[in-house]
């Protein structure tokens, strides 16, 4: 069989993707090479003093780990120089990131979580890069976009996809007109076409969530959990329970295998509820790539791609799967009136 790499299968279908520009396959470039670092880092992980802790805490309030801060110097290095850029976001970093400067520029906003689950990193667990991008908005003046420009609602975005490093590294993502798949060949050092055009199942047979939340959720939430324990629901018996405790690894399973993963909001100490899940740099781009491999996601009511993030790292409810399950909570929800919900 041919093989296929992301760059020919990108030109290959160039007429359906009004994104596939000469520009646009610079900057998948640049983001593939990123993450064949990323990748070699995480396989020799073991091997080399790129364990532990920096000492730093991140704008998350949370300890940066030394893998976390080499994946989101490499993407910024490396994409910064890329021309094609005029702003960037990570998980990482409390501000935008302009290209500014003699560096050149271009058009296009790339917001990313450089390594997520990184409390996994150490445990040999699979962790991945996700990747939203942007056009920035026209007639908008010469220099740095804003905050505003950036911005934008979630069903702007042009491309968004994920590196997942696993048994093998892969690539998925979607410029608006399917999902696909590549598998890192190591040998060739290529990411070759291995899913092409996937699709998530209709009806799941997983639920993934972090129950150990149980008693921080509504009754409502708590409903939409039960039903997929129970034996009354769409499979007549209890689903499975799979929780990686990363996003994009159990996403890509349920992706695969067909299923739900939920990131329920939690009550907080002062009474009100929350999500934990950022909107633009994880919630936004796996909606995308759900509804285009056919699945749906949702923050228990509301569609994730009719956001319009508020603040850069503002935080999400998230649901996200098969869309026979996603409606399903989303049924429960408006049903026993979760005010766990933005607007409910
Ligand atoms: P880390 O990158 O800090 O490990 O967070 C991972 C994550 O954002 C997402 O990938 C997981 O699905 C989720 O958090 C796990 O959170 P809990 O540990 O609260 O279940």
Known sequence: ???VTVTEHLLLHQKKSPM????????LTELILSAKLISREVTKAGLVDVLGFTGETNVQGEKVRKLDEFANNVLI???????????????????????SGDLPQGDYILIFDPLDGSSNIDVNVSIGTIFSIYRRPLHKGPGSPSLAEVLQ????????????????????????NGVHGFTLDPSVGEFL????????????RIYSVNESYWNYWDPATKEAIAYF???????????SSRYIGSL???FHRNLLYGGIFMYPAKRRPDGTYAGKLRLTCEAAPMAFIVEQAGGLATDGVN???????????????????SPNDVRTVREIMLRSGSDTVPGN
Request: with cysteine; aromatic share 8%.
């Open 1 to 3: 069989m041919r093989q």
């Open 20 to 27: 596939a520009t000469g520009r646009f396959t610079s900057l």
């Open 77 to 99: 290095h490396r994409l910064r120089r890329s021309g094609v850029l005029c702003a960037m976001a990570s998980e990482e970093n409390g501000d935008l990131i302009q290209v």
């Open 153 to 176: 609602r979630c069903d702007k975005q042009v491309a968004a996809g994920y590196f997942i490093y696993g048994s093998s590294t892969m690539m998925v993502y979607t410029t608006g």
């Open 193 to 204: 076409l291995s899913h092409p055009d996937m699709k998530i199942p209709e009806q799941g």
């Open 229 to 239: 324990k129970s034996t009354e629901n769409a499979l007549g018996k209890p689903y």
């Open 248 to 250: 994009v690894a159990d």
């Open 303 to 321: 569609r994730i791609l009719d956001y319009t993030p508020t603040e850069l790292h503002q935080r999400v409810p998230f649901f996200v799967g």
